[in-house]
């Protein structure tokens, strides 16, 4: 029987300095939870650390790289050691415009070592003690966007739909020892990344709500907590239809400034 812990006492999130991170941060904080927050912007995250105190929460905040698999293993084992850690949530993430010239390389690669490799760098450092305890909660932040290939942002979309896929095979595998895994597919939502594009974005919904959904959630152990639901729905039905139908459309859609 699984012992996922809904109600968890310390926190640890990725990408806390702004969007979607940052409103997680303040939706966690409260009195007794203990919060490790990580970020790449010191100043905003420092003010972020000073608000969830302000709730009442415990808080440690440090810069580092998702990227660096050493520097995250080194964090999050020693945070881990103070305060065993009830929750991970996996929520850094980095998109980037083409201009409208098509995605480059080294985009591709900055893309794929922050939403891919910087989500396994977050995950396994807090796998094996949530394993150890038989006890424990992983969130991924993923996308809608994971539902079919964006010929505007190639790597964003590969790399969302990577960690959805796997998020999933780890929720069957990780049932056994007790730790629950959502995968987190959210649209639009007004953050600073979104704020840089220039094309509309339907169903935009505010990071506080997102964060709310979010939480709520995770504490019912939802496999995938997708939204809002009409742009789930339509993500979904394009993903389902053969590419053939839906080339024309896509390749029409703006790219990312």
């Not at 939706?27 to 970020?39: I, K, N, Q, T």
């Not at 009409?230 to 080339?247: R, S």
């Amino acid at each position: 029987m699984s012992k996922t812990v809904l109600t968890p006492a310390a926190v640890l999130i990725t990408g806390a300095s702004s969007g979607i991170g940052e409103a997680l941060a303040r939706e966690y904080a409260g009195p007794g939870r203990f919060l490790a927050l990580s970020g790449r912007h010191q100043e905003r995250l420092k003010d972020v650390a000073n608000a969830c105190r302000g709730f009442g929460a415990d808080v440690e905040a440090k810069v580092v790289d998702v990227a660096d698999r050493d520097a995250m293993a080194r964090w999050i084992k020693a945070v881990d050691a103070k305060h065993p850690l009830d929750l991970v949530i996996a929520n850094a993430g980095i998109s980037s415009g083409s201009g409208g010239r098509g995605e480059s390389e080294t985009q591709a690669r900055d893309i794929f070592a922050v939403n891919l490799a910087g989500v396994l760098n977050t995950i396994w450092p807090a796998i094996t003690p949530m394993r150890e305890r038989g006890t424990g909660q992983i969130a991924i932040v993923s996308s809608v966007a994971a539902f079919r290939g964006l010929p505007g942002a190639p790597a964003y979309a590969a790399s969302k739909a990577a960690v959805k896929n796997y998020g999933e095979g780890l929720r069957g595998w990780l049932a056994a020892d007790g730790i629950g895994v959502s995968v987190i597919c959210p649209g639009f939502v007004h953050t600073r990344m979104t704020e840089k594009n220039t094309y509309p974005m339907p169903f935009l919904m505010d990071a506080n709500k997102a964060a709310r959904i979010i939480r709520k959630g995770v504490e019912r152990d939802k496999p995938r907590i997708a939204f809002p639901w009409p742009t789930y729905i339509l993500a979904w039905l394009a993903g389902a239809l053969p590419p053939g139908w839906t080339d024309a459309v896509y390749n029409r859609l703006p790219k990312k400034d």
